[in-house]
């Protein structure tokens, strides 16, 4: 089952703008991610926001949490082409063994 | 290369042959974890050791999976008489134990599995 739910599933911007993805999740979580994968790769790992904070920015990357709500956003600004990807949000829940939960992803392409 | 390898990167086998999927994870990290990927999806958990103990099997993993991490470093996950619906990416990651903070996940390229 995937605990996580990003939207929208599909973005197309030109190059230069912001791009705004959310993620809605389910259950109580230690801490929630953020990843990307180029098509046919692997997952990279972009950055990682802890449950009792609600902010945190790296590079051109903002991402904020809403534990009340259950969401999350990345924000990509300035965005560029080689920023086309598919983007994840994972979710380190409570409890049990902290298994690390994805949702279906955001597929970004941004037009040079 | 210190990070996670995953081998080998392709495979394409008949329906109804065995297969054997092998990562070794970065080496001081004691968790491990396989994530199953079809097209246009996100990495569906599959299973989860920490060490050499397999704490969690996803529903997803039916009797014909089975994985295994015997002295806690590399592991294997092994599909048993495949079938076309098998076909998919499988991703393996590794963390280290952070005492319930949580960390980020350290994800090998993954194994394309075919099944014709």
């Known amino acids: 089952s995937q605990q996580g739910e990003e939207d929208p599933q599909a973005l197309s911007i030109q190059e230069g703008e912001n791009a705004t993805m959310n993620c809605s999740y389910k259950?109580?979580?230690?801490?929630l991610q953020w990843y990307r994968q180029n098509s046919g790769r692997g997952l990279v790992h972009l950055i990682l926001?802890?449950?009792?904070?609600r902010e945190k920015h790296s590079g051109r990357l903002r991402v904020t949490l809403d534990t009340s709500k259950k969401s999350s956003s990345l924000l990509i600004t300035a965005s560029r082409a080689a920023d086309t990807a598919s983007y994840f949000c994972?979710?380190?829940?409570?409890?049990?063994?902290?298994?690390?939960?994805f949702g279906i992803g955001t597929k970004l392409q941004v037009i040079p | 290369d210190t990070g996670v390898s995953q081998d080998p990167r392709h495979k394409i086998t008949k329906r109804g042959q065995n297969v054997t999927f092998r990562c070794d994870p970065i080496?001081?990290?004691?968790?491990l974890y396989w994530y199953r990927q079809t097209l246009g999806q996100g990495p569906e958990f599959l299973t989860y050791?920490?060490?050499?103990?397999?704490?969690?099997k996803s529903r997803l993993l039916s009797d014909r999976f089975s994985a295994e991490r015997p002295k806690g470093s590399f592991s294997t996950l092994e599909i048993q008489r495949t079938e076309q619906g098998d076909s998919a990416m499988y991703l393996c990651?590794?963390?280290?134990?952070?005492?319930?903070?949580?960390?980020?996940?350290?994800f090998g390229q993954g194994t394309r599995l075919t099944v014709v």
């Open positions: 990651a590794s963390t280290p134990q952070t005492g319930g903070r949580g960390t980020e996940a350290f």
């Open positions: 259950t109580s979580i230690n801490n």
């Open positions: 926001i802890r449950s009792n904070e």
């Open positions: 994972a979710t380190d829940s409570t409890g049990g063994y902290q298994k690390v939960t």
């Open positions: 080496s001081e990290h004691n968790r």
């Open positions: 050791f920490q060490n050499e103990a397999q704490l969690e």
